[in-house]
């Protein structure tokens, strides 16, 4: 089946003063998958992802997303994209349910709280306040505001940093079911099991530029195929294994 492009990138390059953070990049996101832009510090992913969610201005370059031309209607691109907040946008007299309810209105949406946090295991926080909340529960929250206003792509930066290896598998669990009710994901990440566990493709970045995009598979095939070998045979299970194997799945959230 033909797959449905939900954002298209074309040539974007970035400047600030005289330093060009994106040097061109190209690349297409597909309606329902979970699409990584992985590559190390510095390496313009941030920029790339706050242009394409109209909160930065591209020095040049075509953006489009579900068809949407970016110079042409950003306000359109706005309503149909799902954007984390920064924390501070979660007034702390305001619990789980009336924050939800605050964003609903925001948006014109109607939601019903109680199952959105059901969605995401926060059923019993719903009369907590944000800052009640552990790592884990913080960030399933604010992937919880992303969908809100019911958008076809959301995007997620760094959306396990800091978090435990049960919060970390439980949010991976959570980003897949997002994607199988048919929200298209684009996420970054410096973690590859991650990326390799999660991403239907991802595009690597350095410098400004994509030098890969495929789906993980096709990536280590390749380099598999060029004569890459590991050095040392690689182990049955690796130390996360035994953590996890020791302490259980279970979220740990005291
Ligand atoms: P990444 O998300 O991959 O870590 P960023 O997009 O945040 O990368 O940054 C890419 C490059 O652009 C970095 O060298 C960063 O220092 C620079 N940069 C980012 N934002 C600004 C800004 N507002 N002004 C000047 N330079 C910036």
């Known amino acids: 089946m033909e797959k449905r492009t939900m954002i298209a990138v074309k040539d974007l390059v970035k400047q600030y003063g005289d330093f060009t953070a994106v040097k061109g990049i190209s690349f297409e996101v597909f309606e329902g998958e979970i699409f990584g832009l992985l590559g190390p510090n510095g390496a313009g992913k941030s920029t790339t992802l706050e242009i394409i969610e109209t909160l930065r201005q591209k020095t040049s370059g075509e953006v489009w997303v579900d068809g949407i031309n970016l110079d042409e209607n950003p306000e359109a691109i706005k309503k149909i994209i799902g954007v984390q907040l920064q924390s501070s946008g979660y007034y702390p007299g305001l619990n789980l349910v009336e924050l939800i309810k605050m964003f609903a209105g925001l948006y014109n949406q109607q939601v019903d709280p109680k199952a959105l946090l059901r969605l995401f295991n926060l059923e019993d926080k719903a009369n907590a306040r944000y800052k009640a909340l552990s790592g884990g529960q913080k960030q399933r929250f604010s992937i919880a505001t992303t969908l809100i206003n019911k958008p076809k792509v959301i995007f997620l930066d760094e959306p396990t940093t800091?978090?435990?290896?049960?919060?970390?598998?439980?949010?991976?669990?959570?980003?897949?079911?997002?994607?199988?009710?048919?929200?298209?994901?684009?996420?970054?990440?410096?973690?590859?099991?991650?990326?390799?566990?999660?991403?239907?493709?991802?595009?690597?970045?350095?410098s400004g530029r994509v030098i890969a995009v495929d789906s993980p598979d096709a990536l280590i095939d390749n380099l598999v195929a060029s004569g890459f070998e590991r050095k040392k045979e690689v182990k049955k299970a690796n130390l996360e294994d035994v953590f996890i194997h020791l302490t259980g799945k279970d979220l740990r959230e005291a």
């Open 162 to 206: 800091g978090l435990d290896p049960q919060a970390r598998r439980n949010l991976w669990d959570l980003i897949q079911q997002v994607r199988d009710q048919g929200t298209t994901v684009v996420i970054t990440t410096h973690y590859m099991d991650e990326a390799e566990f999660l991403c239907d493709r991802c595009a690597i970045v350095d």
